[in-house]
Nanobody, 115 residues
Framework: QVQPVESGGGLVQPGGSLRLSCTAS????????MAWNRQFPGKERELVAS???????QYGDSVKGRFTISRDNAKNALYLQMNSLKPEDTAVYHC?????????WGQGTQVTVSS
């Protein structure tokens, strides 16, 4: 089974930016919709943003205007540009297919927003 590898997280001050990356051993061309999710301690994952293979991007209300999702099928990569980060964005970020997770959930990448 395929497991994605997420990277790019870290500690950043409020108002700062991070760019997350996701890749996997299987071509993303086979996945119609890819998404970034995040998980807060003790809570279930929530959808952050999704992007379809052709077009169609959706964002969660809490990140609209601040985050940008993109995919590069040639590089087999999914990205999440996060700007104007807030402490409430602190979470572990995961990528997977959407709405059904067709890959094994990876370790994710920790994003911590704190001064």
């Amino acid at each position: 089974q395929v497991q994605p590898v997420e990277s790019g997280g870290g500690l950043v001050q409020p108002g700062g930016s991070l760019r997350l990356s996701c890749t996997a051993s299987k071509s993303f061309l086979s996945f119609t919709v890819m998404a970034w999710n995040r998980q807060f301690p003790g809570k279930e994952r929530e959808l952050v943003a999704s992007v379809a293979r052709g077009e169609g991007i959706q964002y969660g209300d809490s990140v609209k205007g601040r985050f940008t999702i993109s995919r590069d099928n040639a590089k087999n990569a999914l990205y999440l540009q996060m700007n104007s980060l807030k402490p409430e964005d602190t979470a572990v970020y995961h990528c997977n297919t959407y709405p059904i997770a067709r890959m094994i959930w990876g370790q994710g990448t920790q994003v911590t927003v704190s001064s």
